[in-house]
């Protein structure tokens, strides 16, 4: 069973940082590409970042590149998302993603809230 955890939200000022983190387990982790989604009240899910397996590539949305960084952690089994010069528009769930087996897996979600 894979199971995906996030931790790392909370509420920051505009132009402040947070580093989000998601444990995985279940899955031989060094070998999938993982993902962070976002999803705003009333909005779709949509992709934030994605990273492959062995971290070399990434890809960002144009809504956060060059303020959003992925990254894993393949000893630890871990991927992370350092988002810097956040904005109230980055405010949203932010959810861990893997496709393992033909299924997707979720994380239950980090809430992060950019507001003065």
Avoid at 31 to 44: I, V
Avoid at 66 to 88: A, C, E
Wanted: aromatic share 12%; proline share 3%; charged share 20%.
């Amino acid at each position: 069973q894979v199971h995906l955890v996030e931790s790392g939200g909370g509420l920051v000022q505009p132009g402040g940082s947070l580093r989000l983190s998601c444990a995985a387990s279940g899955l031989n982790f060094r070998l999938y590409p993982m993902d962070w989604y976002r999803q705003a009240p009333g909005k779709q899910r949509d992709l934030v970042a994605s990273i492959n397996s062995s971290g070399a590539d990434t890809n960002y949305a144009d809504s956060v590149k060059g303020r959003f960084t992925i990254s894993r952690d393949n000893v630890w089994n871990r991927v992370y998302l350092q988002m810097n010069s956040l904005k109230p528009e980055d405010t949203a769930v932010y959810y861990c993603h893997t496709r393992f087996r033909a299924m997707d897996y979720w994380g239950r979600g980090a809430q992060v809230t950019v507001s003065s």
